[in-house]
């Protein structure tokens, strides 16, 4: 693949996640947006022309050789078709997380594009945050970890609507913090144990799903994580991660709204974490982008690969079936699909 | 009992907690310490001596109707007989936690003694900034609460001999998180699901003990807890609560051990966690105490019963069991006494 | 002027701070950077094709009609005479601070112009955090202000031969803080009273400046505000403002590089404040602009005027004569042109 | 002076900070109070009766030689003179500050005692968190010291009666921070510059004197410091320091009520400085209690000496001039006695 040319990209959906690609594809000077695709004509249009880009299908993003890249961002359903079209076709994918809704669909993803240049969007990874506390614990500053703690609440629940066709909270919201779990500690739990509730709005429990969840994690050495996830804070995103090491505790707090802080008869007051994650995760969304493109042009490994979206689709699926039971579900190695 | 002189109190149990409590004992203007036991003869009056105070046998101080109140601080497997025969002395009585390694024993101890006058001396709820959290909570500040998290670890671990004889990390240090995941919560949980690893020290391990927990507590309306455990933080003793309600979320931050900051070109530093448990709890023995006395003057109901004691052993059981066998592990009435 | 299409902007400096500034006209799509002057014409040259605009002299752009907008990034002493000639030539236009280095030629300036568009550069007063704690202040939410405090750090000294053409450090680093000063006190102070010191490097004293200092501005009510100034704090950029009012404190504190901590043995750290100006300010730079653009396209007054900054470099006149005499100087009608 | 038994100690004065001593004195097991005396009779009765103490007259006490020591806790215009009549009785001495409010007869008093042993009362020295501080800057951890800031605020102004018998805030109030500059800095300023205001209550400028103040000190080398003092910060104590060195910052931040953090939907919320200087320096009395008695058991030196008392008058004085002159004033070696 040229290295000495911008990469011509062709977004697929022109959603709310496409949208906040698009802005990132176009301020990457390495690559350009060259066309955009969407199930909604009129939003791949609008999209396209917002960029200079051409709306365009599918079938004509997948049969043009100049493309070079995907980035996938259309509904969840359709990722496992397109990551196998779009790199049957010799084009570089990144694609949104989740991989699948269903852990065997992913794995015969998987199986079938073995070897080939696909990414996963796992943004969380490329907050600066989140990076820096990677960066300390693969330094040893506190040496060797041993209990993670994740805590990932959003600020208000989706509409009944979307959580029915989202997979349930652990493959839809928990995957994020699974994917973090699995990053943190160097690979994939041995085994998982969940429990939920629907605390939040009875709607979401009326529909077979939980809005409020624990899970725990351990891994085959007996080290341990947790996840807290929770459909509704109320005061904005909270986004933290701790992690106890055998020297010490390293932790990455909430960003906040503003650094004012006010002290009066009443108490002391300070600004609220950040809203939702456009607000959090724009500069993730850039530095993701921009990995994946100077992978793509240098012919590296990608920093997040098609395995790491199984393997949190399988801690997904594992705390999924342990909420149901009660019991702690094994990781085998046939949902690693290793 | 007479209300308008200072009680006397006898105290069984020399050791280290014992002269902690020596102490406040001696500073409330209340009460007097009159008596010291110990199976140690020498400690018994050493610490009798320090304080003015009668070195007696245990027999002599519940012959003497003199003593109105008597506080177990010997080892626990004298705790549930000494509470028997204390209350049968006609005493008032403050036990230390745990009541007892066996949750049988336990309950045998508390339908022997219903009606009669024992706290348990779960300190935690009496630090002050424990207690202005369950304020806020009681006051609604944060609406309903739903999902609590419970971060304390030790600053290093105890000696192997000790683990031997402790009962485990479940009932002998994770017994305190459970009480005040109940008190916090309002009552004792439906379900315990925990794991376990020894991380720390394979010595522990080979003990049969774990050193490195996570439980997750579900009560029957859904609502969720995490705790977790470690006997090796490090840095200090690390002792945080975190709630998440209906409105918002409440947490109680680490004690440090001064309010000094430095910035320089290496970075930005502040002061640790204070030590362990006698830095951090010092005002809270004070407080469990004055509570104590002040409710046995005024013959009113104490803030922390044996019911409460067996809940937080009940949890200890369920939660040593789960760690075991991988399953969620219920609370029946019977295990609650109830 | 037209308020339809995007404004034409010529930039004038091509330095550090005009490379800033271009990056932030090309980001705003209310306008468009036409064309790039500078004395060094490669400089000029290399700035303009970055952004497809044209490299031109000032002459050709003060004659050409269709440049709508200037933006002054040029050297201190130049900034007077280009504000003049700007607004001869019908252009709206945004002028880096100081004015001038001369209270005299600045005050003949704000008369020559009296009545045109000029705006001051004063970022500041466009961070976010500034603004939160200014809208703070103007709700009242710390009731009337009494006491003000600023501190402001550089990370590192700049060399010595820019410090001798600075015009000083109270009118080249503290212009900012004065501006701060009378911003959020509402309008000039009275009194003037500065101490300064050379003991970050002597080669700036034997220069005839110091490097670190400390004003005492008071308002003609009797309000008070405190300046603190170093050229060097070797951990960053600090950049904190604090207002006592009639009911509380309101305060700022520092951009952090990320928000992780760690805690060891060893103690507890946490990241730095930001580097400099531009990793702080950057987001200032753009909203500053924005404001530009949006009151020239709307006719509305300029958030920032040149009477701010006649007011503020009075206020470092007087500073720089208080620090000589030990005496407090009161600020004219006279040196603010009123 | 025997250090094999308790020293005896006699209090003069059972006001409001002679009760804080009296706790002090009896918590310290080195000593015992043995006698207490007030010009109102009764209160002194009152007070000695709660500690097993007499009550007796100040001529008694001097007359009695087994005093060991004396805790002079009286108003401030007996303190010179008991000074001298409590040496002269071969006592030691710890007397609150400031030592006088006539810098004349401060310095006479310091004249006449020479070589005997008199402590000075400035408790802050003895706050854990600003002796943290002292202790980071005698190991070098910032460098050099270059510019301080301090920051002392009460939470409501004193009644006007206080106010008019004060001296004036600088002598009653700031007295305290312009030891600590001193202390911190190594040794008393050169120069002085005070600007006050009277903001808080218009009472207090008419009784001449102000309520919100800002002085400049300047020592011999350059380096500099700034103290900020208001009567009325509304929200509770603000005791904070700050010191730039040449290698970085190091502060101490104020003590909280509690660790209670809590965030909602209208922002996040914590404890507020503990109210006034009883909830803040009770730990700082009790310290400072035990450097006296530890010096005179073992025949030290004083950690504050009449010289430093001296030294902060000096500094009240000059500001007070300068306050009303507009003028920077030098401390001469007159003014400090030396």
């Known amino acids: 693949m040229s290295q000495s040319r911008p990469l011509d990209v ?66 969840t359903d359709t990722h496992s078709d397109l990551i196998e079209r779009g790199t049957a076709a010799g084009k570089a994918v990144l694609c949104e997380k989740p991989v699948d809704l269903s852990l065997e669909r992913a794995l ?12 996963i969007g796992f943004n969380r990874r490329f907050d600066p945050n989140f990076a820096a506390l990677k960066a300390a614990v693969e330094a040893g500053e506190v040496g060797k970890p041993e209990l993670l703690s994740i805590t990932s609440f959003d600020p208000a629940p989706p509409p009944v609507a979307y959580v029915k066709v989202s997979g349930g909270l652990f493959r839809d919201m928990m995957i994020h913090d699974f994917d973090m779990a ?13 429990a939920g509730s629907s605390l939040v709005d009875p709607e979401i429990g009326a529909a077979g799903d939980v809005d409020t969840a624990a899970v725990t994690l351990t891994w085959a050495d007996g080290r341990l994580a947790v996840i807290k996830n929770s459909r509704r804070a109320g005061y904005g995103y909270d986004q933290r991660v701790e992690l106890l ?14 650094t004012v802080e006010k002290i009066t008869a009443d108490g002391a007051s300070s600004a ?15 530095a993701e982008w921009s990995a994946f493109i100077d992978a793509v042009r240098a012919g590296s490994d990608f920093p997040v690969t098609l395995r790491d979206g199984v393997a949190a689709l399988a801690c997904a699926e594992a705390a999924t079936r342990s909420a149901g039971s009660g019991e702690t579900v094994a990781l085998t190695p046939e949902m690693l699909g290793s």
Chains 1, 2, 3, 4 share one sequence.
């Open 10 to 75: 062709a977004l697929i959906g022109a959603g709310r996640i496409g949208q906040v690609h698009a802005k990132s594809i176009s301020a990457n000077p390495s690559c350009r947006l060259a066309a955009v695709a969407d199930v909604i004509v009129d939003a791949a249009g609008k999209l396209a022309a917002q960029y200079g880009a051409a709306a365009r299908s599918v079938d004509e993003i997948l049969a043009d050789a100049s493309i070079d890249a995907l980035l996938i961002a259309s509904s």
């Open 108 to 119: 015969a993803c998987q199986r079938k594009v073995a070897g080939k240049p696909v990414m």
């Open 182 to 194: 699995c990053w943190l500690m160097g690979g994939a739990p041995a085994k998982v144990a969940a």
């Open 245 to 258: 090491g055998s020297k010490g505790l390293l932790s990455a707090r909430n960003v906040l709204e503003n």
């Open 272 to 286: 609220k974490p950040v809203y939702f994650f456009l607000e959090r995760y724009m500069r993730a969304y850039e």
